[in-house]
């Protein structure tokens, strides 16, 4: 546990060396893993990709715009979705903390029958995270993320439901920083 600190804090004194500008731009993706019980009770289990395309507006403070395409599944069923979601963070030096709120479309099916529904809701997620410079201009991107429903989910075919969804997650990815005036 000791050398995962020690790798960790050098990690994080090495790529603090660097600074963003406004106009910057950072390219990449995460992939996400996360568990949660969803309203029937069941434990289900998240893979996803998240595309990702952020814009420095000032120094510290990005626009981003996502994509999360996920697979959720337990037992004998499967969930896909993908949302699309805009949202912004704050960089100290490589760390962030940020927000983005997402619209999710999705389908369940039952693996033994046809059965199933769509269904659309929206998503709220906070985030922490940091960038760990692998080499020049690109970056290991570490993070943990919140993810809550809001609103009602809207199920094709049946009554809109309560949005409870509540999850913790991990992402992990790389970022690019192609205009780096480095």
Same mark, same amino acid.
């Given at each position: 546990? /000791? /050398?995962?600190?020690?790798?960790? #804090? *050098?990690?994080?004194?090495?790529?603090? =060396?660097? *600074?963003?500008?406004? @106009?910057? #731009? %950072?390219? @990449?993706?995460?992939?996400? #893993?996360?568990?949660?019980?969803?309203?029937? @009770?069941?434990?289900?289990? %998240?893979?996803?990709?998240?595309?990702?395309?952020?814009?420095?507006?000032?120094?510290?403070?990005?626009?981003? %715009?996502?994509?999360?395409?996920? *697979?959720?599944?337990?037992?004998?069923?499967?969930? =896909?979705? *993908?949302?699309?979601? =805009?949202?912004?963070?704050?960089?100290?030096? /490589?760390?962030?903390?940020?927000?983005?709120?997402?619209?999710?479309?999705?389908?369940?099916?039952?693996?033994?029958?046809?059965?199933?529904?769509?269904?659309?809701?929206?998503?709220?997620?906070? /985030?922490? @995270?940091?960038?760990?410079?692998?080499?020049?201009?690109?970056? %290991?991107?570490?993070?943990?993320?919140?993810?809550?429903?809001?609103?009602?989910?809207?199920?094709?075919?049946?009554?809109?439901?309560?949005?409870?969804?509540?999850?913790?997650?991990?992402? #992990?990815?790389?970022?690019?920083?192609?205009?780096?005036?480095?």
């Amino acid at each position: 546990m /000791k /050398k995962f600190i020690m790798i960790f #804090v *050098a990690l994080l004194s090495v790529s603090g =060396a660097f *600074a963003f500008q406004a @106009g910057d #731009v %950072l390219m @990449g993706g995460d992939l996400e #893993v996360a568990t949660f019980r969803a309203w029937d @009770g069941e434990r289900y289990i %998240l893979l996803g990709i998240i595309p990702q395309f952020s814009g420095f507006v000032t120094d510290h403070i990005t626009a981003d %715009l996502t994509l999360n395409c996920m *697979a959720i599944g337990c037992n004998n069923r499967y969930v =896909a979705t *993908a949302t699309i979601g =805009a949202g912004s963070r704050y960089f100290l030096k /490589k760390m962030y903390a940020g927000i983005d709120f997402h619209y999710e479309m999705g389908g369940d099916r039952n693996y033994y029958s046809s059965r199933g529904f769509e269904y659309g809701g929206m998503l709220l997620t906070p /985030k922490v @995270g940091t960038l760990a410079a692998v080499v020049r201009d690109v970056y %290991l991107d570490l993070q943990v993320y919140y993810m809550l429903g809001i609103g009602d989910i809207k199920v094709t075919g049946q009554e809109d439901r309560v949005n409870n969804l509540n999850m913790f997650g991990i992402r #992990v990815g790389f970022v690019v920083h192609p205009n780096s005036k480095q």
